[in-house]
């Protein structure tokens, strides 16, 4: 064993290589190495990678675009959902606005109508009551007739036979009263 320490000292007294740096066939072995790694990392990995980096790079464009998209669909369904419920509104206000100036309408017709019937049952009562005046005053006129000939028969004393001078004499008192009444 000692023999093997005194042949590396004396190997390592005939060169003096420093530690820290390698060997050429070390640097020459790793670079070869290195080249075929990087070859093979170009040619194999290096376009899956770029492959898949792009499909990410244009899912997210897409993605971009479809919520670009979206947004102006958005924005234009909220413009028409707006249209339109403005113009129900506007309807819903013409609706009101018919139904009332229906309403003042049908108001009117029944006030109409209520008047014109008030004014006939007013008319047929007044009809009613001047025949049921003229009724009065005939019947008022035969009872005064008769009671006044057969006050005219006690006061004279005799019966009265004669109907047509009765009937002169009931008239002609009546006339007088009447015209007595209306002066």
Known sequence: MTSLVLAAAEHGSKTSHNPLLPHIYDLVWGVVVFLIISIVFYIYVLPRFNAVLDER??????????AETAEKKLAAANSEAQAILDEAYRQAAQVREDASEQGRKIIAQAK???????????????????ADQLAAQESLRSDIGTMATNLAEKIVGEH????????RVIDRFLDELDREMVA
């Open 57 to 66: 790079t244009e899912t997210i464009r897409a993605g971009l675009e479809n």
């Open 112 to 130: 109409l109508e209520a008047t014109n019937e008030a004014n006939r049952v007013a008319e047929v009562a007044r009809a009613q009551l001047a």
């Open 160 to 167: 009265l036979e004669d109907e047509a001078l009765t009937s």
